[in-house]
Each structure stands twice: as C-alpha cells, then as structure tokens.
C-alpha cells in the first residue's frame, strides 16, 4: 500500500457528506398501456364489423 494513502471512512467530513447527499429521485413510472389496448381492440372489433357488413351487404 502506498504511503500517502488515505483511508475515505477515517475523514469525518467526507463520510458525512457521503450520509447528507440525498438519494436521486425515483423515475417517474411509465404510464399505463391499458387505454391504448382498449383502443386497438375497439378499432380492431369496428374493422372487423365494417368488413362483415360490406362482404354480407
């Protein structure tokens, strides 16, 4: 080991700065999928009507 070596968890100061520091905020959560699945499907089901209507009509 080197002669100038410094141990970090020896200096007070910086161990309390290291403590203070606040945490990164949490990233927001990714919204919800479940109105554009609705949405597909509602489409999907007015397709599939439209097609049934015009290949019977």
């Not at 970090?8 to 927001?28: I, K, L, W, Y």
Request: without cysteine.
């Amino acid at each position: 080991m080197a002669e100038n070596y410094t141990d970090p968890s020896g200096n007070t100061a910086q161990f309390r700065a290291f403590v203070d520091t606040p945490e990164p905020a949490a990233a927001a959560p990714a919204p919800s999928r479940l109105p554009l699945i609705a949405g597909l499907a509602v489409v999907a089901v007015v397709v599939v009507a439209l097609v049934a209507w015009v290949a019977l009509g």
